[in-house]
């Protein structure tokens, strides 16, 4: 029962390309979360996707920042136009169901480190 | 958003119990209290959670103060494995988001 996948690993990018982070949940989870984590700060919320469906980006930045969960496929964070400053740690977690059973636990991916050049 | 505040830092010694404590003076009735952790150069990973009663699993056992207002979680007999960063947070049911505070680096020794 293969866990969260993300990819790439690690990425480097130069300042002002685009960044294209993948998260793949894990089987028959249908809700994915984002987080950054900035180095040696904590994790913080980003956005919260459904299948098709973005539920909450509160925590996206306004500018460069997207992201997307289609109906088929993975979850995809987008960076455009990246700078020194987007070089963080970005995971991906997913759970099951909203509320089903009172809480959801989220299970975490191994994120994806990307440094900006 | 959740408010939680835990000890910087906690050291042990290998197969001692570890007690971590949790403040969260904020939580509304019907908030649940989970605990993840995160191991070095790894993704953050759930450990227990809990309304009320108190819980046990394989992992852990979470001991929920009786106006919930601090949690403690408790290794039974800590490993090298068990260094990591622990985050309590609290969110209503079905939270969509996790909010993380600094957490505490616990340290164990051989």
């Known amino acids: 029962n293969a866990g969260v996948m993300q990819n790439p690993r690690h990425l480097v990018r130069r300042r002002g390309q685009e960044a294209r982070l993948r998260c793949s949940p894990m089987?028959?989870?249908?809700?994915v979360y984002w987080y950054r984590q900035l180095p040696e700060e904590g994790l913080k919320f980003m956005v919260y996707?459904?299948?098709?469906?973005?539920?909450?980006e509160s925590g996206m930045p306004k500018e460069r920042f997207s992201a997307e969960f289609p109906k088929e496929g993975p979850s995809i964070l987008r960076i455009q136009q990246v700078v020194r400053g987007d070089s963080a740690a970005y995971f991906c977690?997913?759970?099951?169901?909203?509320?089903?059973?009172?809480?959801?636990?989220?299970?975490f991916g191994p994120g994806t480190r990307l440094t900006v050049l | 958003d959740a408010k939680t505040t835990q000890p910087n830092s906690m050291e042990s010694n290998e197969e001692e119990p570890v007690h971590l404590p949790c403040n969260h003076s904020t939580i509304s009735g019907t908030d649940y209290i989970h605990w993840y952790r995160q191991l070095p150069s790894q993704g953050p990973e759930y450990v227990i959670h809990g309304l009320t009663s108190n819980v046990n699993n394989r992992m852990a056992s979470l001991a929920i103060a009786e106006d919930r207002k601090s949690s403690t979680l408790i290794l039974h007999r800590a490993t090298l494995r068990d260094a990591a960063v622990y985050y309590c947070t609290h969110g209503p049911p079905g939270a969509q988001k996790l909010v993380f505070g600094q957490g505490t680096r616990l340290t164990i020794n051989p």
């Open positions: 977690a997913s759970s099951l169901s909203f509320g089903r059973e009172g809480t959801d636990t989220q299970y």
């Open positions: 089987k028959g989870h249908s809700h």
């Open positions: 996707l459904q299948k098709e469906n973005i539920i909450d």
